[in-house]
């Protein structure tokens, strides 16, 4: 099995940063691509951000694009997503994702607990 463990959320003023980490441990030789999606209160789930495993590709979600950097370091089986010039709507509990085989398919299989992020106005 593979665990994801999300930390670096709190609560920050609009316009700031944060950095959120997400680690893997496990059985990490079977995760794929990694992501974050988010939750806001009453809303579904959404894709944020995506990095693929060898060539460091990262894919954004429009919302995000120039705020955002996803990034990750193999050696410590860790991926960061860097948050600059949040805003009040960026508010939601962030999801760290990792790709894994389902029934010979890339799906998004392994899930971390999810961190809070509030961005007050």
């Known amino acids: 099995q593979v665990q994801l463990v999300e930390s670096g959320g709190g609560l920050v003023q609009a316009g700031g940063s944060l950095r959120l980490s997400c680690a893997a441990s496990?059985?990490?030789?079977?995760?794929?691509?990694m992501g974050w999606f988010r939750q806001a209160p009453g809303k579904e789930r959404q894709f944020v951000a995506r990095i693929k495993t060898n060539a460091g590709l990262t894919y954004y979600e429009e919302f995000v694009k120039g705020r955002f950097t996803m990034s990750r370091d193999n050696a410590k089986n860790t991926v960061y997503l860097q948050m600059n010039s949040l805003k009040p709507e960026d508010t939601a509990v962030y999801y760290c994702?990792?790709?894994?085989?389902?029934?010979?398919?890339?799906?998004?299989?392994?899930w971390g607990q999810g961190t809070q992020v509030t961005v007050s106005s």
């Open positions: 994702n990792g790709e894994g085989k389902i029934l010979g398919k890339w799906e998004y299989k392994y």
């Open positions: 496990g059985r990490t030789f079977s995760v794929g691509a």
